[in-house]
């Protein structure tokens, strides 16, 4: 059965995709897990940069993504 995530900064539950991209952009051995939303914030970018960030991971083929 798969860890359940919950996003640092408030609390929601969390989508494969969004656990994923916070290991690519913040590091694999990161504990701290964010939102898209949250993320968009923390890095400071917007929510649709980083959706176009997840489509171009799983193009390349991310082993995170699959």
Known sequence: ????????ECG???KKDEV???KKLLGT?????YCIDC???Y???TKEDL???IQEFKEQGCTLFL
């Open 1 to 8: 059965m798969r860890k359940k995530f919950e996003c640092c």
């Open 12 to 14: 929601k539950a969390l």
């Open 20 to 22: 994923a991209l916070c």
């Open 29 to 33: 051995d990161t504990e701290d897990f």
């Open 39 to 41: 993320l968009a914030e």
């Open 43 to 45: 890095l400071e970018c």
């Open 51 to 53: 959706e176009i960030k």
